[in-house]
């Protein structure tokens, strides 16, 4: 099978038998591909294009079809992402609390727009619309925590606390595990 | 042993429970304390809100950080004492929560959510036994009785779909899936200024899973989904470990209760999508595809998951099925006024002084939400402006906050009751930014299914900029009402439908907002800026 080499990022790291051993774990419940790409993105943060081929050919639907669903979710990145996802949310509730200076501050700290990556790969920042916290806004997640009534001045802190807590000894150019 | 609750929804985790709850354990390593982390009440401003059991009922403090541990332990904390500035009293008296018509959010917050045992006790699964003594007719029959409506937004009779669903013949369709039919759950709650949804999986997740049995028995299904929204990592953990537990005590499974009726429930996670909210998208993603609108007919009832007769609710619809069968469908009809019956849980969010979950019978009035409750702005600015609804969803200027908050009434006024999310913007909020944003939300989650939706959005968007930057402004207020009613008379779902509410109502409501000098035009900042 064809596995793109252009895609450094992902095409020699790739967990093949990993990926296969997932969608034959799921292929038999109605509905297996959406649980499929969850299953790469907690694992991955991503979903490499060399996954593409290897999900169409267990589940024996078309590159197209993994592609067309791939593509349609906010959720699935198709680069690697940071170390840590910072979501914002823009959403109604949040602006009424302040969230579009929230998220100029985001932006200004990190020195990136919407779905990019620091640098060194520390953050990915996006967008999120609602994250049910509505009461206590403007909030914002980080990895899989939410965080309420979110300050410029809490950004930052938690921003340092992501940064400096695990792995400050992580070598830049690391690898996903695999 | 003093027992002492401390929250771990969302909101509380938001704001440090998981921090208090350290400290708390630190601070009584040596004291004989039982700690449980219960759902939340509800009443968000005043989290972490946590309690301690005591003679005289459980008694509130909040909203408590860590840095709080050491002076309300030296105040008498474990004793329920009113010492500390932090104190709220005993947690069923304060007015928020003691004027409130609870029946769906009967038990939130004041069981432990992933214990079984905890919701047995108060009350659980009173209505499955009812239930299974019963027909599926005579299920579906007492569910029509209480009158019980969507409460997704669209508000569709429960029994009218369960009833559907219940004479539909499983067996046109297609293998292997032929014979079958299907109870889905939409907790895909991605309406801005809601989170009702969430509190109930988060604070109360086995009311879900027996009003999805219950539901199963009703129409003859023995499979559930619940479609629940990647963006609640929370609720996710909780309902999985709740399942979990009532499989292994013999609530779901191939013999409910020892009746020899099978059913299973599996959670599955959205990706990110907003339009997955919609019935027929959310089926289609469920079962693995882009999460596109499909055109109705057939309804999902007969020709819904894997092309078979489903029910799809919504998590409030299906929580209320327990009281339904538990009390009767008379008990619940009791509440609410004209074809609005029951409760429905309001939430006051947004730039609110005490915002949180108010639920209530329909046709209270928006303004004692916003006051009696709300308290008005935590700016403490003068309310401008209140979405009701969620993001498809008129703004509603103060002429209208009088109006019974009741689906019909809202409906005469333009306005939409939907999910009951309430959002309040004080008076620094620029309407223009908000019908412009209206616009890019449809952009930015359109399905891309129907031309109007995908590209009208856009349009709108630009020329929303148009009238701020006063290029030919009269002629592009004339476009942009034009391009409303081209959204409005011909997208295939309420996602391009709807976002005409918003725009609508701010220039309506709000025209000053969009006849500014293009020098002066400034966006829309909060106090905080």
């Given at each position: 099978?064809?596995?793109?080499?252009?895609?450094?990022?992902?095409?020699a790291?790739?967990?093949?038998?990993?990926?296969?051993?997932e969608?034959?774990?799921?292929?038999?419940?109605?509905?297996?591909?959406?649980p499929?790409?969850?299953?790469?993105?907690?694992?991955?943060?991503y979903?490499?294009?060399?996954?593409?081929p290897?999900?169409?050919?267990?589940?024996?639907?078309?590159?197209?079809?993994?592609h067309?669903?791939?593509?349609?979710?906010?959720?699935?990145?198709?680069?690697?992402?940071?170390?840590?996802?910072?979501?914002?949310?823009?959403?109604?509730?949040?602006?009424?609390?302040?969230?579009?200076?929230?998220?100029a501050?985001?932006?200004?700290?990190?020195?990136?727009?919407?779905?990019?990556?620091t640098?060194?790969?520390?953050?990915?920042?996006?967008?999120?619309?609602?994250?049910?916290?509505?009461?206590?806004?403007?909030?914002?997640?980080?990895?899989?925590?939410?965080?309420?009534?979110?300050?410029?001045k809490?950004?930052?802190?938690?921003?340092?606390?992501?940064?400096?807590?695990?792995?400050?000894?992580?070598?830049?150019?690391?690898?996903p595990?695999? | 042993?003093?027992?002492?609750?401390?929250?771990?929804?969302?909101?509380?985790?938001?704001?440090?429970?998981?921090?208090?709850?350290?400290?708390?354990?630190?601070?009584?390593?040596?004291?004989?304390?039982?700690?449980?982390?219960?759902?939340?009440?509800?009443?968000?401003?005043?989290?972490p809100?946590?309690?301690?059991e005591?003679?005289?009922?459980?008694?509130?403090?909040?909203?408590?950080?860590?840095?709080?541990?050491?002076?309300?332990?030296?105040?008498?904390?474990?004793?329920?004492?009113?010492?500390?500035p932090?104190?709220?009293?005993?947690?069923?008296?304060?007015?928020?929560?003691?004027?409130?018509?609870?029946?769906?959010?009967?038990?939130a917050?004041?069981?432990?959510?992933?214990?079984?045992?905890?919701?047995?006790?108060?009350?659980?699964?009173?209505?499955?036994?009812?239930?299974?003594?019963?027909t599926?007719?005579e299920?579906?029959?007492e569910v029509?009785?209480?009158g019980?409506?969507?409460?997704?937004g669209?508000?569709?009779?429960?029994?009218?779909?369960?009833?559907?669903?219940?004479?539909?013949?499983?067996?046109t369709?297609?293998?292997?899936?032929?014979?079958?039919?299907?109870?889905?759950?939409?907790?895909?709650?991605?309406?801005?200024?809601?989170?009702?949804?969430?509190?109930?999986m988060e604070?109360?997740?086995?009311?879900?899973?027996?009003?999805?049995?219950?539901?199963?028995?009703?129409v003859?299904?023995?499979?559930?989904?619940?479609?629940?929204?990647?963006?609640?990592p929370?609720?996710?953990?909780?309902?999985?470990?709740?399942?979990?537990t009532?499989?292994?005590?013999?609530?779901?499974?191939?013999?409910?209760?020892?009746s020899?009726?099978?059913?299973h429930?599996?959670?599955?996670?959205?990706?990110?999508?907003?339009?997955?909210?919609?019935?027929?998208?959310?089926?289609?993603?469920?079962?693995g595809?882009?999460?596109q609108?499909?055109?109705?007919?057939?309804?999902?009832?007969?020709?819904?998951?894997?092309?078979?007769?489903t029910?799809?609710n919504?998590?409030?619809?299906?929580?209320?099925?327990?009281?339904?069968?538990?009390?009767?469908?008379?008990?619940?009809?009791?509440?609410?006024?004209?074809?609005?019956?029951?409760?429905?849980?309001?939430?006051?969010?947004?730039?609110?002084?005490?915002g949180?979950?108010?639920?209530?019978?329909?046709?209270?009035t928006?303004?004692?939400?916003l006051?009696?409750?709300?308290?008005?702005?935590?700016?403490?600015?003068?309310i401008?402006a209140v979405?009701?609804?969620?993001?498809?969803?008129?703004?509603m200027?103060?002429?209208?906050?009088?109006?019974?908050?009741?689906?019909?009434?809202?409906?005469?006024?333009?306005?939409?009751?939907?999910?009951?999310?309430?959002?309040?913007?004080d008076?620094?909020?620029?309407?223009?930014?908000?019908?412009?944003?209206?616009?890019?939300f449809c952009?930015v989650?359109?399905?891309?299914?129907?031309?109007?939706?995908?590209?009208?959005?856009?349009?709108?968007?630009?020329?929303?900029?148009?009238?701020?930057?006063?290029?030919?402004?009269?002629?592009?207020?004339?476009?942009?009402?034009?391009?409303c009613?081209?959204?409005?008379?011909?997208?295939?779902?309420?996602?391009?439908?709807?976002?005409?509410?918003?725009?609508?109502?701010?220039?309506?409501?709000?025209?000053?907002?969009?006849h500014?000098?293009?020098?002066?035009?400034?966006?829309?900042?909060?106090?905080?800026?």
């Open positions: 099978m064809h596995i793109s080499a252009q895609d450094s990022s992902a095409g790291d790739l967990p093949r038998d990993w990926i296969q051993v969608v034959a774990a799921h292929k038999a419940k109605p509905g297996p591909l959406l499929i790409l969850h299953s790469i993105r907690n694992r991955l943060g979903i490499p294009e060399a996954a593409v290897l999900i169409a050919e267990g589940l024996q639907i078309t590159r197209a079809e993994v067309g669903v791939i593509s349609f979710y906010h959720d699935f990145n198709t680069h690697p992402v940071g170390r840590n996802r910072l979501q914002v949310c823009r959403a109604e509730a949040c602006q009424a609390r302040g969230c579009r200076s929230l998220e501050h985001a932006q200004e700290t990190l020195g990136i727009g919407y779905h990019q990556t640098p060194d790969g520390e953050f990915t920042l996006e967008p999120v619309y609602c994250l049910g916290n509505c009461a206590t806004g403007p909030s914002v997640r980080l990895n899989d925590d939410i965080h309420g009534r979110v300050t410029p809490r950004l930052d802190a938690l921003l340092d606390q992501a940064t400096t807590q695990p792995l400050t000894l992580q070598p830049l150019a690391e690898e595990e695999s | 042993m003093t027992r002492i609750y401390v929250p771990r929804d969302t909101t509380a985790l938001s704001l440090g429970a998981n921090e208090v709850a350290e400290a708390l354990k630190q601070a009584c390593a040596d004291r004989d304390i039982d700690l449980v982390r219960n759902g939340s009440r509800g009443l968000f401003w005043l989290e809100l946590i309690e301690v005591t003679d005289r009922g459980r008694v509130a403090y909040g909203p408590v950080t860590s840095e709080d541990i050491p002076a309300l332990l030296d105040e008498g904390l474990l004793d329920g004492q009113p010492g500390h932090l104190y709220q009293g005993p947690t069923e008296e304060i007015p928020y929560l003691k004027s409130q018509q609870r029946l769906t959010f009967e038990r917050g004041i069981i432990d959510p992933v214990s079984l045992d905890d919701y047995i006790h108060h009350g659980g699964y009173v209505g499955l036994r009812k239930a299974l003594a019963k599926a007719q299920i579906v029959d029509k009785t209480s019980l409506r969507g409460r997704g669209a508000a569709f009779p429960a029994g009218i779909k369960w009833q559907t669903v219940l004479d539909a013949d499983a067996r369709g297609s293998s292997p899936y032929s014979k079958r039919k299907f109870i889905v759950c939409n907790a895909d709650e991605g309406d801005s200024g809601t989170f009702a949804d969430r509190l109930v604070a109360d997740p086995f009311m879900l899973i027996e009003g999805m049995t219950i539901a199963g028995l009703a003859g299904a023995d499979t559930g989904y619940i479609y629940l929204r990647s963006e609640y929370v609720a996710h953990q909780i309902l999985n470990e709740a399942i979990a009532a499989e292994a005590e013999g609530y779901l499974g191939d013999n409910v209760l020892n020899g009726k099978a059913f429930l599996e959670v599955r996670l959205g990706a990110g999508a907003y339009i997955c909210g919609e019935e027929t998208s959310l089926l289609d993603s469920l079962e595809k882009r999460g609108v499909r055109v109705k007919p057939p309804l999902p009832a007969l020709k819904g998951a894997f092309g078979q007769p029910v799809v919504n998590v409030l619809t299906l929580a209320a099925v327990p009281f339904i069968l538990a009390e009767g469908g008379e008990a619940y009809a009791d509440y609410g006024m004209g074809r609005s019956r029951g409760t429905l849980a309001f939430q006051l969010t947004g730039n609110i002084e005490r949180g979950v108010v639920e209530l019978a329909f046709g209270h928006l303004r004692e939400l006051e009696d409750y709300g308290g008005g702005t935590a700016s403490g600015r003068p401008r979405q009701v609804g969620g993001p498809l969803g008129a703004y200027p103060e002429s209208q906050w009088d109006t019974p908050l009741d689906y019909e009434a809202f409906s005469e006024v333009g306005a939409v009751v939907g999910h009951g999310g309430i959002v309040v913007f008076d620094t909020v620029d309407m223009l930014d908000q019908a412009r944003f209206a616009m890019e952009a989650e359109s399905c891309g299914k129907c031309t109007p939706c995908r590209i009208g959005s856009t349009r709108g968007v630009e020329v929303i900029d148009r009238i701020r930057n006063n290029e030919h402004r009269d002629n592009n207020l004339i476009l942009l009402e034009d391009l009613d081209t959204l409005e008379d011909g997208s295939l779902c309420a996602m391009g439908g709807m976002t005409p509410n918003p725009v609508r109502s701010a220039l309506q409501y709000f025209p000053d907002d969009f500014r000098d293009s020098t002066t035009a400034s966006q829309a900042t909060s106090e905080e800026a």
